[in-house]
Nanobody
């Protein structure tokens, strides 16, 4: 059974950096695209970033491009999201997700597996 466990959330000030990590287990993920999404109170879940597991191709939401970096460590089955220059509008629950689509996608409905989420709060 696939399990995704996020860690690294917390309370930071605007301009600070934070690193989220997702530990994946339960199968081999060499053919999976891994993504990060976020959901702010009262809003729909939104795409943040995604990375192909073997090819290292990445995609970012325009709102985080240039500030966030997604990376993966295949030896450890982990996917990290490095967040720099955080803004109050980045406040949300951040979710790790996995899809076997084989093609990098920003559509939440394409991801079959989800973690429980980790809270990120950015104060102004």
């Amino acid at each position: 059974q696939v399990q995704l466990v996020e860690s690294g959330g917390g309370l930071v000030q605007a301009g600070d950096s934070l690193r989220l990590s997702c530990a994946a287990s339960g199968r081999t993920f060499v053919d999976y695209v891994m993504g990060w999404f976020r959901q702010a109170p009262g809003k729909e879940r939104a795409f943040v970033a995604a990375i192909t597991w073997s090819g290292g191709v990445t995609r970012y939401a325009d709102s985080v491009k240039g500030r966030f970096t997604i990376s993966r460590d295949n030896t450890k089955n982990t996917i990290d999201l490095r967040m720099n220059r955080l803004k109050p509008e980045d406040t949300a629950v951040y979710y790790c997700a996995a899809t076997r689509s084989g093609i990098i996608t920003s559509l939440a409905g394409q991801y079959a597996y989800w973690g429980q989420g980790t809270q990120v709060t950015v104060s102004s």
